[in-house]
T-cell receptor, first 108, second 116 residues
Framework: AQRVTQPEKLLSVFKGAPVELKCNYS??????LFWYVQYSRQRLQLLLR??SRESIKGFTADLNKGETSFHLKKPFAQEEDSAMYYC??????????FGTGTRLTVIP | GAGVSQSPSNKVTEKGKDVELRCDPI?????LYWYRQRLGQGLEFLIY????????KSGLPSDRFSAERTGESVSTLTIQRTQQEDSAVYLC??????????????FGPGTRLTVL
């Protein structure tokens, strides 16, 4: 069965420090992975997806099939990065399976 | 253009009553999804509509939950005989419905349902 695990409910880092939000998945097929973000009082929105190999707002995420991980990283955290981050796995049927989310707080 | 909209934004109801939640997807999006988010938990898939195909109802938690979609437009999620454990934020999302590449989902603001 599909599963997405985000082991940290809360994560606090100081401004300028590196940040890594962990995500591990379980899926027997070929995974399509995403990071979604929800800023305060805004709706859930796509941050990035692994197939695009893009960097959005300084964030990157690399799919590691050996470790079944898709950790989100940013070298220098900014205050505006404070938000709720969800890792999601998309199966062939277009269903998204979400993790429980990690609330990131960047301390000024 | 307009994003996904949902109504009402908040709904308080008494246990045992029926509720109807509405979702207006982005125009032209053939795929529509409903999710539930209970307090402190992740998003839970409920149901998925794709064009005129039979919906994927595999995530509906019980037969008290049902959803309809008229063509490629509005969808309603109905919860009958509500229970306190139904209290959650119900999120709707739509996507273009492409099947050849991973499809980006666009989320609505959600409906917060409270069952007293």
């Amino acid at each position: 069965a599909q599963r997405v695990t985000q082991p940290e409910k809360l994560l606090s880092v100081f401004k300028g420090a590196p940040v890594e939000l962990k995500c591990n998945y379980s899926y027997s097929g070929s995974p399509e992975l995403f990071w979604y973000v929800q800023y305060s009082r805004q709706r859930l929105q796509l941050l990035l997806r692994h197939i695009s190999r893009e960097s959005i707002k300084g964030f990157t995420a690399d799919l590691n099939k050996g470790e079944t991980s898709f950790h989100l990283k940013k070298p220098f955290a900014q205050e505006e990065d404070s938000a709720m981050y969800y890792c999601a796995l998309q199966t062939g049927a277009n269903n998204l399976f979400f993790g429980t989310g990690t609330r990131l707080t960047v301390i000024p | 253009g307009a994003g996904v909209s949902q109504s009402p934004s908040n709904k308080v109801t008494e246990k045992g009553k029926d509720v109807e939640l509405r979702c207006d997807p982005i125009s032209g999006h053939t795929a529509l999804y409903w999710y539930r988010q209970r307090l402190g938990q992740g998003l839970e898939f409920l149901i998925y509509f794709q064009g005129n195909s039979a919906p994927d109802k595999s995530g509906l938690p019980s037969d008290r939950f049902s959803a309809e979609r008229t063509g490629e437009s509005v969808s309603t999620l109905t919860i009958q005989r509500t229970q306190q454990e139904d209290s959650a934020v119900y999120l709707c999302a739509s996507s273009p419905g492409r099947t050849s590449v991973p499809d980006t989902q666009y989320f609505g603001p959600g409906t917060r349902l409270t069952v007293l």
